[in-house]
């Protein structure tokens, strides 16, 4: 069983709600009503945990001189009665973050810990990938005119045409590769600092299947033929939209060929010298919260450092 935080639903959708006329205002007018704040791929949180607001503060939390009207609501769910929105507000993470209340902070859910509250991370997860949809979607991909949005934010509806665009995850794949001695396959892109490696990844490319994609990048990347590839588990990227479909496989052989273009070092590693560089600080693995790090951990056998 992989740890995977991001990949925790504790929450109901209740999909069939998105479509009630006037749901947003309703909820938005409910004193139970608790609100995300999200911006530019970001979420607000104390700095560890995505942060549940009043509808009123939400609103006051907005950059100063900006109407509510300016932001756009989505409806997320609910749980134990509770209804839960997004609230969307323009690119202040980018500006330096203005208009939060004190203590509040931006953060991707890349860098959300494993506080081990599946409610609030899962709704941060939903509302930062939908929130990244609108940000992409604010033109009909088939005329080019604009598109405003339906169904409390799930719906995206082209103005000239009537036709519905609808929210978008791209799935990718990352396998952990192991040879025949039971070494780890790990590598380093040409735009990562020194040290940081983890295991291949790569996007599913129309017309294939997801083994196939993982075959493909092995060899594409590495220079491998794989084998016994095995499916493990999945979780949302919502950066910007990426379903990661999580593999395991077999290397025929032991030589490697760095791509050079996405992968310029390569290398296979025993579990004593992970360890070992992990350690001493010159390998810098990915974070708690991707399922890079489950996979590696997966083929590890535990935890590796704190
Ligand atoms: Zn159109």
């Known amino acids: 069983m992989l740890d995977l935080p991001l990949a925790a639903v504790a929450h109901d959708r209740a999909a069939h709600r998105r479509t009630k006329p006037g749901l947003l205002d309703e909820l938005l007018a409910r004193p139970a009503t608790r609100l995300l704040l999200v911006s ?49 507000l323009p690119g202040t993470a980018d500006t330096g973050g203005t208009g939060l209340p004190d203590g509040l902070t931006w953060t991707t859910p890349r860098e959300l810990t494993d506080s081990g509250d599946a409610l609030t991370t899962g709704l941060a997860v939903e509302a930062v990938a939908l929130a990244n949809w609108h940000d992409r979607a604010a033109r009909c991909p088939r005329c080019g005119r604009p598109t405003e949005v339906a169904a409390a ?69 590495a220079g491998l033929a794989v084998r016994q590839i095995e499916y493990r588990a999945s979780q949302p990227w919502p950066m910007p939209a990426s379903l990661m ?53 997966e083929w590890y056998g535990g935890r590796i450092g704190g």
Request: charged residues 25%.
């Open 40 to 88: 530019s791929g970001r979420v607000a949180t104390d700095g560890r945990m995505p942060v549940l607001l009043s509808a009123e503060e939400a609103v006051a939390a907005g950059p100063a001189g900006t109407p509510p009207s300016a932001a756009e609501h989505f409806f997320l769910g609910e749980s134990d009665d509770v209804p839960y929105v997004a609230r969307l």
């Open 245 to 297: 479909l999580g593999f395991r496989a077999r290397a025929e052989t032991t030589e490697l060929r760095p791509d050079g273009d996405e992968v310029s070092e390569l290398r296979w590693f025993t579990r004593a010298e992970l360890a070992a560089a992990h350690v001493d600080g010159s390998l810098r693995l990915s974070g708690r919260a991707s399922i890079a790090r489950a996979l590696i951990e």
């Open 153 to 221: 934010g799930w719906v995206r509806r082209c103005v000239h045409e009537g036709v519905e665009h609808y929210p978008r995850t791209d799935p990718a794949v990352i396998m952990s590769i192991v040879d025949d001695d039971d070494r780890l396959l790990l590598g380093r892109g040409p735009s990562w600092p020194p040290g940081s490696m983890s295991v291949l990844a790569g996007f599913v490319e129309p017309g294939e299947s997801a083994e196939h994609a993982v075959a493909r990048e092995a060899m594409e990347e």
